[in-house]
């Protein structure tokens, strides 16, 4: 599986398959999954916007078995263009557990540089189990909040827009746990106004020909838009767990596994 957008730099994406194989051989780990995150994936990129690839990788199961187990992350140098890094699958199962936004993120991914879809939608299938949808709203909640008191930029305005719809589309969607990544499949499948849509639409589309959108008043119907959909997910603040963590775990752990069982064995 692999959705890679023709905007992408090439000789940048070869340059991710590159690190990731170089992990794959450096490491000995399988990786199923690899996508794009940050703003190429959120959807609102800058034409100077670096490149953030996060991949998932899995260890053969004498590797689990250690007494002196290796890390659970996996760190390719930084440089001004890329920024490549994983975790063991081990790690984003424990934090789906936990309700963490960004495992589910990177399941969600619009940009995909090398991915099982059977592995994707088992994890995906695992995180409508397993997730506290409070655990999710309060993330975006927080988050929203957070950049909305920041001010400043219209790139900023954006990280708070992003959650404010991801809070929409919870509002929307009421049994679902694991909103999209993006921002245009989230309005896309959201019930804002004709008015927000066209707004969201305008800052996107500037904020892909200019480098820095600097210190602007953003568009005031967005501004109302991202403040009544804080207000609105008030109530995640106080929602009590939902899910059987001890159940959640059992299950957690019949799908690791599995997946590990199932693993090719790594050469």
């Known amino acids: 599986m692999r959705a890679v957008p023709a905007s992408l730099d090439r000789a940048v994406v070869a340059a991710i398959d590159a ?5 794959a051989a450096t490491d000995q780990v399988r990786i199923p999954w690899a996508i794009e995150s940050g703003s190429r994936a959120w959807g609102f990129p800058s034409p100077d916007s670096d490149y953030d690839c996060r991949f998932l990788y899995l260890r ?17 140098p930084l440089d001004a263009v890329l920024d490549v890094n994983g975790w ?10 936990k309700g963490n936004v960004t495992a589910i993120e990177w399941l969600r991914s619009p940009i995909v540089y090398r991915g099982d879809a059977g592995f994707q939608d088992r994890l995906l299938a695992l995180a409508g189990e397993v997730v506290d949808r409070g655990a999710v ?16 930029s219209l790139k900023r305005f954006l990280y ?3 959650p ?23 309005v896309a499948e959201s019930s804002l106004p004709a008015g927000v849509r066209s707004a969201v639409a305008d800052v996107v589309a500037l904020k892909a020909v200019t480098r820095e959108l600097g210190v ?38 019949e799908v690791f596994r599995a997946e590990v069982a199932s693993a090719p064995a790594v050469v």
């Open 19 to 23: 690190r990731l194989d170089g992990v």
């Open 60 to 76: 053969s199961p004498e590797g689990y078995l250690s007494l002196w187990p290796a890390r659970d992350v996996i760190e390719t």
């Open 88 to 97: 063991d699958l081990a790690k984003a199962v424990r934090l789906l557990v």
């Open 137 to 152: 709203g309060r993330h975006y909640l927080h988050v929203a909040r957070q950049q909305r008191l920041g001010g400043g």
């Open 160 to 162: 708070a827009l992003r």
């Open 164 to 186: 404010a719809v991801a809070l929409r589309w919870l509002a929307d969607h009421p049994g679902a746990r694991t909103p999209p990544m993006d921002l245009p499949t989230l």
């Open 216 to 253: 602007a008043t953003p568009p005031a119907v967005l501004e109302r838009f991202v403040d009544a959909e804080i207000d609105r997910a008030g109530a995640f603040d106080e929602m009590a767990p939902a899910v059987d963590l001890v159940e959640a775990r059992a299950r957690a752990d």
